[in-house]
């Protein structure tokens, strides 16, 4: 039988991985729509809640960090700076969760019919997306009533904020998404992440204030952070062109901080891939 | 086999394969760390559902797959659809891919029947242009009618179960695997399904069939492999297989 010739043949069961998604552009489509018209079906608000939860969220830390803890005296138009630095974390909270739990989710599908899974954790990213588009509109609206104009380099700035923010969804949630396959920990632990990631990144305070308080090399750690960037550059994009001294509040080296979130992303998505494919070989066993 | 069969090319190959499950004994992270300190087993006990199981189909031929409950028949073909990797051998297909197995796995209750056509005929890799093209037959095949625009939770099982089974028997293929699943919906449907595999195996698609049906699987496929215990325990005329299945 070894002699048989063996052009043509394929191995059942084996993508191109993450690639895949762009020869099967209809269906991510479709699982896009389904994702988006099943979300709030049976509730009377419907889409509103993806206004009445960020706003919900907005006010309080609003309430707290700017009229409690005064921030809104130190920090020039203090609301916007929150409110971007707030949009950027929850599209990053939603993607990242939604993407860990896809797999499992979809346990129906991945136990018995063969589709490239890794269109699972994009397609729930590209929801959260969706969702996040309203923020973003609401966002706009306030800058603009502030006197805000689009640059150029605000706008690039506010796409390369997106991408990285994306990029670190999509690696952490391909790596969380598979773990949580075979150890349900996973899920946990991603919650973890969720809660500390508006902490850990200056949506409620400045990056000078860290800087001041940090010594040097835990400065240098706290800058990893992909997102710490992404926040930034919304800031720099909605926020620092309605103030008239933003230099004081943003990061010192955005620049290099750029490229190193967007290394960092793009080994985070390498990983993300391997331990993947690694884990995919016994998602249909393990569900 | 007769002559003809041999010379095509195969469009499944199926060589050395062993497919192992592991029964497992630690469920988290936390169980799995404490049992590798306290030296207990971690994965372990590994169980071998198919074991060194080597047979091809050319194109164009239709084999069942024999064998009493548990002896491995869906693993294989589940092994073939790609749901599932073996941890021995390989299997290797030709050509378009697609099953009836579990039909309705995709489908969303909070979705009209339309939605869903669409939505699992794309899942089982289709386009959208071949699916406009199917639509009309498929939902005449369900016999849905009307009730094509229902969000699907209101279907009764039944109509539910005709709908899924209709898109999946309209995909594009040149292989179908298909899984003990003439048993749905009432007997003129059933009827209707077996006259449509009937009617694909005519134009000269492959076929893999899982069934305890034997009367049916004698009338569809020439040929059987007989499967047991994980192990192919006979290869040869449809006839002879039933038998040598029946035989302990």
Known sequence: MTSVDLTGFQTPGRGRGVLDVFNHGYLLRLLIRKGTATRYRNSVLGWTWSYVKPAAQFFIYYFVMGVVLQFHRDVENFAIYLFAGVVAINLFNEAFGNATHSIVDNRALVRKIYLPRELFPISTIIIALIHFLPQVAILLLACILVGWTPTFLSLGAFVIGLVIVLMMSLGLGLLFGALNVRYRDAQNFVEIIRMLSTWASPVLYTIAMVQATLPEWAFRIYMLNPLTTAVELFHYAFWAPTTTTPTDTLAPSIVGDVFLSLGICAVLIVIGQIVFRRFERSFAQDL | ?248
Not at chain 2, 10 to 29: A, D, L, N, W, Y
Not at chain 2, 62 to 86: D, I, R
Not at chain 2, 125 to 134: H, L, S, T, V, Y
């Open chain 2, 1 to 248: 086999m007769s002559d003809t069969l041999t010379q095509k090319r195969p469009s499944i190959i199926v060589e050395g394969v062993r497919k192992t499950f592991q029964i497992r004994h630690t469920h988290s992270m936390k169980e799995a760390f404490i049992s590798r300190i306290k030296r207990k087993q971690v994965g372990s006990t590994p169980y071998n559902a198919l074991d060194d199981v080597t047979f091809s189909v050319a194109e164009g031929e239709s084999v069942a797959v024999l064998g009493f409950n548990g002896s491995g028949k869906s693993t294989l073909l589940k092994l073939v659809s790609g749901v599932l990797e073996p941890d021995a051998g390989r299997v290797l297909t030709r050509g378009r891919v697609a099953g009836l197995i579990e039909v309705g796995a995709g489908f969303h209750p909070e979705l009209s029947g339309r939605e869903n056509v669409y939505l699992n005929a794309a899942i089982l890799g289709m386009n959208k242009a071949e699916i406009d093209e199917r639509f009309d037959r498929i939902v005449e095949f369900s016999e849905i009618g009307e009730f094509i625009d229902q969000e699907v939770k209101h279907y009764s099982s039944g109509m539910f179960l005709r709908l899924a089974f209709s898109v999946a028997i309209h995909v594009e293929l040149d292989v179908l695997l298909v899984d003990e699943i003439l048993s749905v919906g009432d007997a003129p449907f059933r009827k209707k399904c077996t006259e449509k595999i009937h009617e694909l195996a005519q134009a000269g698609k492959t076929m893999l069939i899982v069934s305890h049906n034997m009367a049916m699987v004698q009338e569809l496929c020439e040929r059987g492999v007989v499967i047991r215990k994980g192990k192919k325990v006979f290869d040869g005329p449809i006839a002879e297989a039933v038998e040598a299945m029946n035989a302990k």
